[in-house]
């Protein structure tokens, strides 16, 4: 079992910086990919980037540029660094975990594991 907890979701405006933070426990070391996802009321959850248990990285076209994954193995913690956000980056966040292979690390349908989200509003 593997427990995730997000923070640092608040409210910025267009333009700004963010930094999300999920931190992993219980059975870590049998993680192979975390990610993040994010959903709007009314909308599927979607991949927003993933990274695997060797570093490799995977983005959302959306967010591609803008948006940067990495984790600290040392501190069990995923990071989600945001960058010039825009409005319609608005979403519930979550952070996902899985112990198997991953075949599309942007799809939800392959993460076991969530946290609670936190949630970012981008304002104009």
């Known amino acids: 079992q593997v427990q995730l907890e997000e923070s640092g979701g608040v409210s910025v405006q267009a333009g700004g910086a963010l930094r999300l933070s999920c931190v992993a426990s219980?059975?870590?070391?049998?993680?192979?990919?975390m990610a993040w996802f994010r959903q709007t009321p009314g909308k599927e959850r979607e991949g927003v980037a993933a990274?695997?248990?060797?570093?490799?990285?995977s983005y959302a076209d959306s967010v591609k540029g803008r948006f940067t994954i990495s984790k600290d193995n040392a501190k069990k913690t995923l990071y989600l660094q945001m960058n010039s956000l825009k409005q319609e980056d608005t979403a519930m966040y979550y952070c996902?975990?899985?112990?198997?292979?991953?075949?599309?690390?942007?799809?939800?349908?392959?993460?076991?594991?969530w946290g609670q989200g936190t949630q970012v509003t981008v304002s104009s």
């Open positions: 990274i695997g248990v060797d570093g490799s990285t």
């Open positions: 996902a975990a899985t112990t198997t292979v991953v075949v599309w690390p942007l799809s939800h349908s392959d993460y076991h594991y």
């Open positions: 219980g059975n870590t070391p049998s993680i192979q990919c």
